[in-house]
């Protein structure tokens, strides 16, 4: 039976293939599907006659009649237009350009960190089910979160609940204070200061699948006193070596050495388990008994849940620890209402993805990124991209005049509308391809600064295969969207309005222009506010009174390293001659150092009386005179006085809130009784933006960080009178110090920061602004040239000139202020309501910003105007 060639493949051949050819083709190909069915088989036959019909899909085989090949030779017409009006108007086109190119840099860095803030911790293999356990507790109606734990909650969640497959406990080394992070490899002498201790249950690394250079998971840290160290720091401290086995000596205790289980790599930048040295949890307890009391929490605790497991139902679950061992406490230690109390207890599983933008705002100690300013940094983008977009459209337009011509030529030949569409839209592709290049070009060298200006070490993505897709994409949809308004306004001339030159007298003002000019300079305006706004705030947070003083005061870390030998330094700092006080203390007002809550009531009151959660801090006789607290009533702790060993001094706040007005001589109590002597001012020893909350401080040990006030404004000599005394008593161990007002500030950083970013992106804002106006300015001039020339000369005046040129323009910033002015201060007084203590937005905020756009957008203009006022007439109307 003879065999045919496939139908199919026969007619897709037929559609596609040049009539000329046809015929020739299909019998070649007919006495090869012959000779191979009967060398081979039929199936191979028809396999290779596919093959064959596949590879005429090539350009010089198509139908010159097929539209859809056609569509090839006119978007390459189109293409050729574009390219030639491009380079006729080099003015025109690089103002187009660079302000699409400076839209695009922008929108695209911003896009770029964006994408690198919502990738935290996303990139364990189980993610989708490791959570973090947070407690909520509800008083007087409002929520509080944290994730500190009791020792005990961990081993009592993963015993009660089935549901859950891993749980682990961590303990960030800051909570016991700064300078206990001090490690050598064992058998060197000089130690070094390292960030990143943290104590942890040997099932963390399992927990997150950690990679494992040596060592494992299951082994690593189950010995007491071992220790996880990342690959970084092996190669740091053991380089070319297998550390497995070796000792690391932390905190200079040689009776404790911590020998290495494992070695990890490194985690991502973009994980907020930024440690280095993982210290087991197997058998390490902070005080007597503190691994089984419920009343301790120090621990965030995390599990993972069993496939198919739902968390919400769990979270209900939870709530049954608060009863089962909570409640037995509370009653114990004589709580009022305990079972009441109880109630108000819950608990949430935060998905470890979440932790880091924080929108639960949990109280973690951890650095966190905003969630908010994501969603108006991104708006911030889109709006620069918007204003860019804009200044295609107005200029477009604005060149109608000078495109009516060829737009009434070509219908009058026979193009249809929909050709002339086609025609604008490639060129306003090919603008934005031309914008992207330039803008991957800006952003790519602007990058490092955009690093510095977040806080940041991002690197460019050259390597990422979505890249370059993403600029060819990116310059079809947004050169779409640029140009599908310019490109219907222009191909809906018709070519008899043409003739009596209608289109040259009605696009000198149009609406539309003007209601985009409006909406750049509202935007523009709006962020120039803003940035005032928070630069004002950023002042007032960095001068205003505290309640303590800041400057020169320099903080010695680490000084627990000098062992009991720690006074005998505090003596010798304070024989120095620029040395005015010494205090030794871990809790400073301050972030990163040392925190202690506790429950107070006043003495006698408890089982009666709700606690009042409060700061409880240790510190020595010279910390108030040091730090510049004063004393509101009674008096300061004294080294003359031994019955102050069981005195406490209070701010007024605890004082307020405990309801004592009178509160010297009296007593209270947390875990034991104290016996109040004084009263302090409030001061600020958290952020600013939050009210001042309860402290009682009295006299312990807590010895890592000691703090020097000057009284020289020679801070270097007193630096090195400093540094000499600690390195008799320390000489392997290399000094370390900050200033106070320095760490002060770095608590605000975030502020500053986004006064940085929003000062970027204003001036990013009125420079893609002004080349628009540069640009529509400089076509206004150019189609009034006759009209000015006459008027010049008729008499006119150059001021006169200038003044009729830039009138409309601005008027039209006038409009933008108004409209910005409530704007802006909306935007504002949210922000604002964050502080506590906060700056009142005044008009001269405003003035000061409506002026600098006023004067902005006049100097643009200006420019053409003057030059339209002093050029020579004749050149203009030589050609009437």
């Not at 919502?118 to 909520?136: A, C, K």
């Not at 007597?288 to 301790?296: A, F, I, K, P, Y």
């Not at 992106?761 to 602004?769: R, S």
Request: aromatic letters at 12%; hydrophobic letters at 45%.
């Amino acid at each position: 039976m003879r065999k045919n060639p496939p139908r199919r493949a026969q007619r897709l051949l037929l559609w596609f293939l040049r009539e000329d050819l046809a015929e020739e083709v299909l019998g070649d190909m007919a006495e090869k599907f012959a000779l191979m069915v009967a060398k081979k088989s039929a199936f191979r036959a028809k396999l290779n006659y596919w093959y064959q019909v596949l590879n005429y899909i090539r350009p010089f085989a198509f139908r010159k009649s097929r539209k859809y090949f056609n569509h090839y030779a006119m978007l390459e017409n189109y293409f050729k237009i574009g390219w030639r009006n491009m380079s006729k108007q080099k003015t025109y086109s690089s103002i187009k350009v660079g302000g699409f190119a400076l839209g695009i840099a922008a929108c695209l860095t911003i896009a770029l960190f964006i994408r690198n803030e919502l990738s935290y911790d996303t990139n364990y293999p189980n993610g989708d089910r490791i959570y973090r356990v947070v407690e909520q507790y509800t008083e007087k109606g409002k929520m509080m979160r944290g994730v500190h734990l009791p020792a005990p909650a961990g081993p009592a969640i993963k015993q009660d609940y089935p549901e859950i497959d891993l749980v682990a406990r961590i303990n960030p080394v800051e909570l016991f204070g700064a300078g206990s992070n001090d490690v050598r490899a064992d058998g060197t002498i000089e130690n070094t200061n390292e960030d990143g201790f943290v104590w942890s249950d040997p099932e963390f690394l399992q927990m997150l699948d950690a990679t494992f250079i040596y060592g494992n998971a299951r082994s690593a840290l189950t010995e007491p006193n071992s220790m996880v160290i990342t690959k970084s720091k092996a190669d740091k401290y053991f380089p070319e070596q297998d550390p497995i086995g070796k000792l690391m000596i932390v905190a200079n205790d040689q009776s404790q050495p911590y020998k290495i289980g494992g070695v990890i790599a490194d985690f991502p930048v973009t994980s907020h388990f930024n440690y280095s040295f993982f210290m087991t949890l197997s058998g390490k307890e902070f005080g007597r008994g503190e691994q089984t009391n419920w009343r301790n929490s120090n621990y965030p605790t995390y599990v993972v849940l069993h496939p198919g497991a739902d968390p919400v139902a769990l979270e209900k679950k939870l709530s049954m620890l608060g009863e089962k061992y909570y409640l037995p406490m509370m009653i114990e230690s004589g709580f009022p209402n305990a079972k009441e109390e109880i109630k108000n207890l819950s608990y949430k599983l935060q998905p470890i993805d979440e932790i880091y933008l924080n929108e639960l705002d949990v109280r973690d100690g951890l650095n966190h990124g905003d969630i908010r300013f994501l969603w108006l940094a991104g708006a911030v983008a889109v709006f620069i991209l918007l204003i860019a977009c804009i200044n295609f459209i107005n200029l477009s337009t604005a060149k109608s005049a000078n495109r009516a011509k060829e737009v009434g030529l070509r219908k009058v030949v026979g193009s249809f509308r929909k050709n002339l569409i086609g025609q604008f839209l490639s060129e306003s592709v090919l603008f934005t391809f031309f914008s992207f290049l330039l803008g991957l070009a800006i952003a790519a060298l602007s990058f490092p600064m955009f690093n510095t200006l977040v806080g940041r070490t991002m690197v460019f993505p050259w390597h990422e295969w979505w890249l370059f897709p993403m600029i060819i994409t990116g310059s079809i949809v947004v050169g779409f969207i640029a140009g599908i308004y310019p490109s219907f306004y222009l191909s809906a001339f018709r070519p008899i309005d043409v003739l009596k030159g209608k289109i040259a007298r009605g696009s000198k003002n149009p609406l539309t222009r003007n209601v985009l000019v409006v909406f750049q300079f509202t935007t523009s305006i709006v962020l120039v506010i803003s940035t005032f706004v928070i630069y004002r705030q950023m002042q007032h947070i960095l001068t205003t009174r505290v309640g303590f003083e800041k400057d020169q005061v320099v903080m010695i870390q680490g000084a627990n390293m000098l062992g009991d030998k720690i006074k005998t330094f505090k003596e010798e700092l304070l024989r120095q001659p620029n040395v005015q006080h010494v205090t030794i203390s871990d809790y400073l007002p301050i972030r990163g150092t040392k925190r202690n809550g506790n429950s107070f009531v006043n003495e006698g009151k408890r089982g009666v009386d709700d606690g009042l959660g409060g700061q409880f801090w240790l510190v020595d006789n010279d910390y108030l005179k040091t730090l510049g607290i004063r004393v509101a009533q009674g008096r300061d702790f004294s080294p003359d006085m031994p019955t102050d060993n069981e005195a406490a001094i209070i701010n007024q706040t605890m004082a307020r809130e405990l309801g004592l007005t009178d509160p010297v001589g009296k007593r209270i109590e947390n875990w034991k009784k104290w016996t109040i002597i004084g009263v302090v001012e409030d001061f600020n020893f958290e952020s600013i933006k939050e009210k001042v909350r309860p402290l009682c401080m009295v006299l312990g040990n807590s010895p890592s960080i000691v703090s020097v006030k000057a009284n020289s404004t020679d801070m270097s000599g007193t630096l090195e009178s400093i540094s000499k005394v600690w390195r008799q008593f320390a000489p392997h161990q290399p000094i370390r110090y900050t200033f106070m007002n320095e760490s002060y500030a770095r608590m605000y950083e975030d502020v500053e920061r986004m006064g940085r970013i929003f000062t970027t992106f204003a001036v990013l804002a009125i420079i893609v602004a002004c080349l628009g106006l540069f640009g529509l300015s400089s076509f206004i001039v150019e189609q009034r040239s006759k009209e000015i020339s006459i008027r010049l000369v008729l008499g006119a005046s150059m001021n006169s000139i200038v003044q009729m040129l830039t009138r409309n323009f601005v008027k039209l910033v006038l409009i933008s202020f108004v409209i910005a002015a409530p704007i802006a201060w909306y935007l504002m007084q949210k922000w604002l309501q964050d502080f506590v203590q906060k700056v009142d937005i005044t008009w001269d905020l405003f003035l000061v910003a409506g002026l600098l756009a006023l004067v902005i957008a006049l100097v643009t203009v200006s420019y053409q105007a003057i030059r339209a006022a002093v050029m020579s007439p004749v050149n203009s109307l030589k050609s009437e």
